[in-house]
């Protein structure tokens, strides 16, 4: 997996007196500025804000995924001999994280 070269999250939408902005915080550049100040253009401003935890929760479910499902050839090259799959505390975590993250994209 690729290292991550943007911005840590998480990112949130702020707004002082100007038009509403995606931040990583108080201590952090505005990431992006609402061009289009419309519902669709603040809808796109959320989307954006959520793309560090959709990012992670893709990431996540695709190991996920792939411990579930690969065989057990890849996952002995991948993990080793002594694999354990997920239980279902984890897959259950996971898919949970995946649905807040996109509950967030879609929070105007």
Known sequence: MSET???????S???DKGPPYIT???????IATIVDDTPEGRA???LIAAAPELLAACRDL????????ASPLHLAVRYGPDFEPPDDIEVNRRIDAAAAAIAKAETP
Do not use: I, S, Y
């Open 62 to 69: 695709d190991e996920l995924l792939f411990r579930l499902l």
């Open 24 to 30: 990583a915080g108080p201590n952090w550049p505005r």
């Open 5 to 11: 070269k943007h911005t840590p999250g998480p990112w």
């Open 13 to 15: 939408v702020a707004q």
């Open 44 to 46: 796109n401003l959320w």
